[in-house]
C-alpha cells in the first residue's frame, strides 16, 4: 500500500524500474508499466512527471524504429503540457526539443535538427540543466556532417567544459563524449587513437548495460569496428556478433 502523499516516490521507482526494462529489452512489460505510471501522473496533476514518463515513452518509440511517431508526440507534448506557451525557459521544456532534435535528424531532417538542437541548448542552459550536453553533442554531430571538423571539435569542447564545471561525474558521460570524438578521429584518419578510446569504452561496461543508453554499447562496437576496417583489419566477426 502507498500512503497518500507518497505518489510523487511511486512514479520517480516506477520510471526508474521503466528504464531497467528499456535497457534490459523487455520493451512490452515496459510500454504496460509506462502506460500505467503515466495514467497515475494525471490523475495526480502533475505535469512534470507527466512529461518524465513520455520522454521514456518515446525512447521506447526509438527503439521500436517508429520515428515519424515520436516526432509527433514530442509536438504535441511541448503544446499540451503547457511549455509553448510559458513565457520563460523550462527545464522539461529544454529536454522535450532536445529529444526532437535527435529524432528529427534521424529521420534526415538535418536544418529542422539544428534549430532544434539550438533552442534546446539555449533552454537548457538557462535552467542551469547539465542535460544542455545532448545539444553540443547534436550540434557537433551535424558539424561533421557538413565536414565542418572545426566547429564540431568546438561543440564537444563546449560539452566537456559544462559537465566539467557542473561536477558530473565522468562515468555519466565519457564514453558518449568518446563516440562523439571518435567520428572526428575517423575523418582525420587517427584510426589507431580511435580504436584504442573506444577499447577503453567498452572494457568499462563488460558484463553490463550503461544505465540510460541501452544503445550505446552496440555504437561503440560499431564504431569499434569502423576504426578497425578503416586501418586494414578483418572485422568480419566483429559485424556478424553484431
Request: charged share 20%; with cysteine.
Amino acid at each position: 500500500l502507498v500512503a497518500a502523499d507518497g505518489w510523487p516516490q511511486q512514479l520517480l521507482i516506477q520510471s526508474t524500474l521503466i528504464e531497467c526494462l528499456l535497457n534490459e529489452g523487455h520493451l512490452e512489460q515496459a510500454r504496460q508499466r509506462l502506460r500505467s505510471a503515466v495514467a497515475q501522473a494525471r490523475r495526480h496533476g502533475s505535469l512534470v512527471m507527466e512529461a518524465v514518463l513520455l520522454l521514456q515513452h518515446i525512447g521506447l518509440l526509438e527503439i521500436r524504429g517508429e520515428l515519424k511517431r515520436a516526432d509527433a508526440l514530442l509536438d504535441q507534448m511541448y503544446d499540451e503540457l503547457g511549455y509553448a506557451s510559458k513565457a520563460g525557459p523550462t527545464l522539461m521544456g529544454g529536454r522535450i526539443r532536445l529529444r526532437r532534435a535527435s529524432v528529427l535528424e534521424q529521420l534526415g531532417r538535418y536544418k529542422e535538427a539544428a534549430d532544434f538542437y539550438r533552442s534546446g541548448l539555449e533552454e537548457c542552459l538557462a535552467c542551469q540543466d547539465p542535460m544542455a550536453f545532448q545539444g553540443y553533442l547534436g550540434l557537433a554531430d551535424l558539424a561533421a556532417g557538413r565536414s565542418e571538423l572545426e566547429s564540431a571539435f568546438s561543440h564537444l569542447a563546449d560539452a566537456r567544459r559544462l559537465l566539467q564545471c557542473r561536477q558530473i561525474a565522468e562515468p555519466l558521460y565519457e564514453c558518449q563524449l568518446t563516440l562523439a570524438y571518435t567520428h572526428l578521429w575517423l575523418r582525420q584518419g587517427q584510426h589507431a587513437k580511435a580504436e584504442r578510446a573506444l577499447s577503453q569504452c567498452l572494457a568499462l561496461y563488460t558484463g553490463r548495460i550503461p544505465f540510460g543508453h541501452p544503445e550505446l554499447l552496440p555504437r561503440l562496437a560499431l564504431q569499434l569496428a569502423r576504426a578497425q576496417m578503416a586501418a586494414g583489419q578483418n572485422v568480419i566477426a566483429l559485424l556478424d556478433g553484431l
